[in-house]
């Protein structure tokens, strides 16, 4: 498989590390390793780092001035696009829905968005239910008009472009794998826009690793979210030339640890987010990691894992942590 056909930057710090998870997997009974996806670099990292080195690549491509993309509030798509744009000096404007309906300072002014501004870029907030896209798409048509020459991030960065740097993670992981003799069984994760389970998929099956990808929902309901994940992933295999090697039960999500909604922190994602930084010394947080990690925890606890090696791969996002510190109070 042949990645270096399409345009990408390197500006992630790559390989990520990949380091067992002691005092976890001793309280859980299973073996769990973590792949730091928290650690790519700009502006602290997570998972879109690696979408948008190819993503802004194509943006570089088209001579693009100006970037635009949308996300919740606490959006760590936007913040990593910020850096980017920051590094290539291009505009960039990020457009906030109101997902949560949360109305403090810290929420709409500290953690991602204050390194949204930090960054330079402009923000607009929309209120919870806006056709986001169609709000995007109208900004970049304004920005247009002035002369500008705009490249429009979908949310999360999920569109076959930005999950080729999925694919190149499963491949890296299988990679670190094989150098260690580290048969793998599962890899777990937080899913949302789709990007990332879909690119781990495709990138799992291209390389033949039969390695399975759980994903943990933080949004929407199992159906959709493996509908969203399998349409992605199949659009993703054309894009590499390689059509039809994702089935439909390839793509399996579990969306029972999303509580009341987006955003919404749930008891057993704080206290996922406590046992890992208490055992581990590793920040989750509130919207995606710590539920991903949520899920993982407790399907550990019912032996679902018994005998396995797991793979928690951490997307990011502990900035969103002093967007939310009132959940950790009390
Ligand atoms: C965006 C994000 C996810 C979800 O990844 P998708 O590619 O959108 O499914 C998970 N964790 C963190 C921290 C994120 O920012």
């Known amino acids: 498989m042949h990645l270096a056909r399409f345009p990408r930057l390197h500006l992630a710090h790559l390989p990520t590390p990949l380091e067992p998870m002691e005092r976890l997997s001793k309280e859980l009974g299973c073996e769990i390793w973590i792949k730091r996806d928290d650690c790519t670099g700009m502006s602290t ?48 404007h990020i457009l906030l829905e109101d997902r949560t309906g949360y109305n403090n300072d810290n929420y709409n002014g500290n953690g991602n968005v204050l390194l949204d501004h930090l960054h330079g870029a402009t923000t607009e907030k929309f209120p919870g239910g806006t056709d986001m896209p169609a709000e995007m798409e109208k900004a970049a048509e304004a920005e247009r008009a002035k002369g500008k020459t705009v490249y429009v991030i979908p949310g999360g960065g999920s569109n076959p472009t930005g999950a080729l740097g999925y694919v190149n993670c499963a491949f890296e992981l299988v990679g670190q794998a094989n150098d260690r003799g580290l048969v793998i069984d599962r890899v777990v994760h937080a899913t949302g826009s789709s990007g990332t389970q879909a690119g781990l998929v495709t990138g799992m099956k291209a390389i033949n690793s039969g390695i399975p990808v759980l994903g943990i929902g933080t949004r929407a309901p199992q159906p959709k979210q493996e509908q969203m994940v399998y349409d992605l992933a199949c659009r993703t295999a054309e894009k590499l030339g390689c059509p039809g090697i994702v089935a439909r039960e390839d793509v399996m999500a579990n969306t029972d640890y999303v509580g009341e909604g987006y955003g919404l922190p749930t008891e057993s994602g704080l206290e996922a987010i406590r046992m890992f930084a208490e055992l581990e010394g590793i920040l989750l947080d509130p919207v995606y990691s710590g539920k991903g990690a949520a899920g993982l925890i407790d399907l550990a606890r019912k032996g679902e894992f018994e005998g396995q090696r797991i793979v928690f791969l951490h997307t990011g996002g502990a900035v969103g942590l002093f967007g939310y510190d009132f959940a950790f109070r009390g």
């Open 45 to 92: 990292g997570g998972n879109k780092t690696r979408k948008l080195e190819f993503l802004m690549a194509e943006a570089v491509e088209m001579g693009a001035d100006t970037v635009m993309t949308q996300g919740a509030t606490q959006t760590n798509h936007g913040r990593q696009t910020a850096a980017f744009a920051a590094k290539l000096g291009m505009d960039c």
